[in-house]
């Protein structure tokens, strides 16, 4: 069955050291994957994706992310937190399905940066 | 079943016309979505629900509104589409929490304007 997993329910970070998110997938064909961020009381906000190309994507906000593929891994990071950055963080897929496209989203990480 | 759905799933219209998409959910959430998805395949938020009677507009700028009367009907309007509105809409619903998440999408409709 094709799953992404998010293998941290929880991330503490204290403020100006490097983050990192962790994302694995598990799909068949090239995947086109994605990172949101969801602040509280709101819905997802998108950060970056990678489609093809560069293995290092630069997102909103100062994030980036590392598509890898032998490891079938897409782990979000950041140089350098920030206490604003504490949200809760999906890594998703999109695959093709019965002629169509759906997203497969991981079950979330929230982030905590500490001051 | 509980599950989400939205009608139509293809929808060709003029412009000017007034149009309203459909989405309900029979899962009992309290928090619901609607989501725009661009040529870039990526989501953008254009509008969210708490619950009844509580809407508020997204990251992405739009000109549609949204009503939400009763907990399972959240319908998105388009009081006069223009061809800047062609697009897929996706709508969600779900619960989020420590540890995890109860996001659920509809199946989209795809909204042509000519």
């Known amino acids: 069955a094709q799953s992404v997993a998010q293998p941290e329910d929880q991330v503490n970070v204290a403020e100006g050291n490097p983050l990192t998110v962790k994302c694995t997938y598990s799909?068949?064909?090239?995947?086109?994957l994605f990172w949101y961020v969801q602040y509280p009381n709101r819905g997802l906000q998108f950060l970056l994706k990678?489609?093809?190309?560069?293995?290092l994507v630069k997102g909103s906000y100062g994030f980036e992310a590392e598509f890898n593929k032998s490891q079938t891994s897409f782990h979000l990071k950041k140089p350098s937190a920030l206490v604003s950055d504490s949200a809760l963080y999906f890594c998703?897929?999109?695959?093709?399905?019965?002629?169509?496209?759906?997203?497969?989203f991981g079950t979330g990480t929230r982030l905590k940066v500490l001051a | 079943e509980a599950d989400i759905y939205q009608t139509p799933r293809y929808l060709v219209i003029g412009t000017g016309k007034k149009i309203t998409l459909e989405c309900s959910q029979t899962?009992?959430?309290?928090?619901m979505y609607w989501y725009q998805q661009d040529p870039g395949m990526e989501l953008h938020l254009i509008h969210y629900?708490?619950?009844?009677?509580?809407?508020e507009k997204g990251d992405l700028s739009s000109e549609s509104t949204v009503s939400r009367i009763r907990t399972e009907h959240f319908p998105l309007t388009l009081e006069s589409a223009r061809p800047s509105h062609t697009s897929q809409y996706l709508c969600?619903?779900?619960?989020?929490?420590?540890?995890?998440?109860?996001?659920?999408f509809g199946s989209g409709t795809r909204l042509t304007v000519v």
């Open positions: 899962m009992g959430h309290d928090k």
């Open positions: 969600a619903s779900g619960e989020t929490g420590f540890g995890g998440y109860g996001y659920t």
């Open positions: 998703a897929v999109r695959v093709r399905a019965s002629g169509t496209y759906k997203y497969i």
């Open positions: 799909v068949s064909g090239n995947p086109y």
């Open positions: 629900s708490y619950g009844v009677n509580s809407t």
């Open positions: 990678y489609i093809t190309g560069d293995n």
